[in-house]
C-alpha cells in the first residue's frame, strides 16, 4: 500500500514537471473571460467583436456590476503573443487598465481573464506602465513574449497576513 501511494506521488511529481506542448490556436481558441468597466455596458456587444476581431478568439465578458475593474489580467502560457497583445490593447480601452499580472501556473493554456477578481493576492504581481509597453512590443514572439509575462509576473517571498508578513504559500518556483 505504501509502496503504491509512493509510486503515485512520484508520477505525480513527474507530470508536473512535463510541460505538454501547446495546441495551435487553428486547433483550439483562446478563450477571453471577465469584465469590462460598467460605463461600456451600452457598446458590449461592439467591444466582444473588437475583442474577436483578431480571429481564433471567443469570449465571455461582461459588464463589472460595480463601476470600475480590477487591473488585473492573466494570460496563458499557449496564447500567442499578437493575440494577447491585442487583448490587452483593448483591455486597456475598456477596463481601469493593467497593474497586475497572475502567474501562469494558475491558469489555462488558452485562457485570458481581464479586469477579473477571481484570483488572490498571492497569486498576483503589480506591474508598472513600463513592465506593461515592454510586453506590448510587437517584435516579440511567443517565446520572449511568455518569458517576460513570467519574468514581470514572478509573485514576492512574503504576503500580507492580518498585518503580518508571511511566506507566500501560493509561490510558484
Given at each position: 500500500?505504501?509502496?503504491?501511494?509512493?509510486?503515485?506521488?512520484?508520477?505525480?511529481?513527474?507530470?508536473?514537471?512535463?510541460?505538454?506542448?501547446c495546441k495551435p490556436v487553428?486547433?483550439?481558441?483562446?478563450?477571453?473571460?471577465?469584465?469590462?468597466?460598467?460605463?461600456?455596458?451600452?457598446?458590449?456587444?461592439?467591444?466582444?467583436k473588437e475583442f474577436k476581431?483578431?480571429?481564433?478568439?471567443?469570449?465571455?465578458?461582461?459588464?463589472?456590476?460595480?463601476?470600475?475593474?480590477?487591473?488585473?489580467?492573466?494570460?496563458?502560457?499557449?496564447?500567442?503573443?499578437?493575440?494577447?497583445?491585442?487583448?490587452?490593447?483593448?483591455?486597456?480601452?475598456y477596463t481601469s487598465g493593467?497593474?497586475?499580472?497572475?502567474?501562469?501556473?494558475?491558469?489555462?493554456?488558452?485562457?485570458?481573464?481581464?479586469?477579473?477578481?477571481?484570483?488572490?493576492?498571492?497569486?498576483?504581481?503589480?506591474?508598472?506602465?513600463?513592465?506593461?509597453?515592454?510586453?506590448?512590443?510587437?517584435?516579440?514572439?511567443?517565446?520572449?513574449?511568455?518569458?517576460?509575462?513570467?519574468?514581470?509576473?514572478?509573485?514576492?517571498?512574503?504576503?500580507?497576513?492580518?498585518?503580518?508578513?508571511?511566506?507566500?504559500?501560493?509561490?510558484?518556483?
Amino acid at each position: 500500500m505504501a509502496l503504491g501511494l509512493m509510486l503515485w506521488m512520484t508520477g505525480i511529481a513527474q507530470a508536473a514537471e512535463e510541460v505538454k506542448p501547446c495546441k495551435p490556436v487553428e486547433q483550439k481558441d483562446v478563450k477571453v473571460e471577465g469584465y469590462i468597466s460598467k460605463k461600456f455596458k451600452k457598446q458590449q456587444r461592439a467591444i466582444l467583436k473588437e475583442f474577436k476581431e483578431i480571429g481564433h478568439v471567443r469570449t465571455a465578458v461582461r459588464p463589472f456590476p460595480m463601476g470600475d475593474t480590477a487591473k488585473v489580467i492573466a494570460i496563458g502560457r499557449c496564447v500567442p503573443a499578437y493575440i494577447a497583445r491585442h487583448v490587452m490593447a483593448t483591455t486597456m480601452k475598456y477596463t481601469s487598465g493593467i497593474g497586475v499580472l497572475v502567474q501562469q501556473a494558475f491558469l489555462p493554456t488558452h485562457w485570458i481573464g481581464i479586469g477579473t477578481t477571481t484570483f488572490d493576492e498571492p497569486s498576483q504581481q503589480e506591474v508598472t506602465p513600463e513592465q506593461v509597453k515592454q510586453l506590448m512590443n510587437p517584435e516579440l514572439g511567443d517565446e520572449e513574449f511568455h518569458k517576460l509575462y513570467r519574468e514581470f509576473s514572478v509573485q514576492d517571498d512574503l504576503v500580507p497576513y492580518f498585518g503580518l508578513q508571511k511566506e507566500n504559500a501560493k509561490k510558484v518556483d
